[in-house]
């Protein structure tokens, strides 16, 4: 039983860092879109008149919201669901760097989608063999 309340902690405490993680990076490409493609060194608005940056930041606030739900089913799907997308993501954008991205946004790009999904899905792990090792205190 204490095992798996130690799990059901370290969980939550990486779903949370994830939740408000993709939250804040989802309302930013979402409300402001040429701030980012700008930081990126990438033009905005492109042929698709900057829809897509702002479909994927609403798609980021909604796995955000999902990873802060007090249900542990719906926050584990969350996180693997983001894991999927941001495995896709990361493949995405390594091709359009090959395509011609600028390599700032690419190195970007990979950089979140690939430790975004390496934290949700080695997160829960590490922290609790750090847990375990008395490195990390455990929460009350």
Known sequence: ????????????????????????????????????????????????????????????????????????TIRRAALRSGIVMDVIDAVVVANAARLGLPHRAATAGIAL????AMLAALGPAALGYLRDREVVPSQP
């Not at 408000?20 to 879109?33: C, E, N």
């Not at 930081?39 to 999902?66: C, H, M, N, Q, T």
């Open 1 to 72: 039983m204490r095992d798996r309340q130690r799990q059901d902690s370290t969980e939550r405490v990486v779903s949370y860092a994830i939740g408000i993680g993709r939250i804040a990076w989802g309302t930013t490409t979402t409300l402001a879109s040429r701030r980012v493609h700008s930081a990126l060194g990438v033009s905005y608005p492109g042929e698709d008149r900057g829809v897509w940056i702002k479909a994927f930041g609403v798609r980021d606030v909604v796995l955000g919201v999902a990873a802060l739900h007090p249900d542990a």
């Open 113 to 116: 989608a690939g430790g975004t």
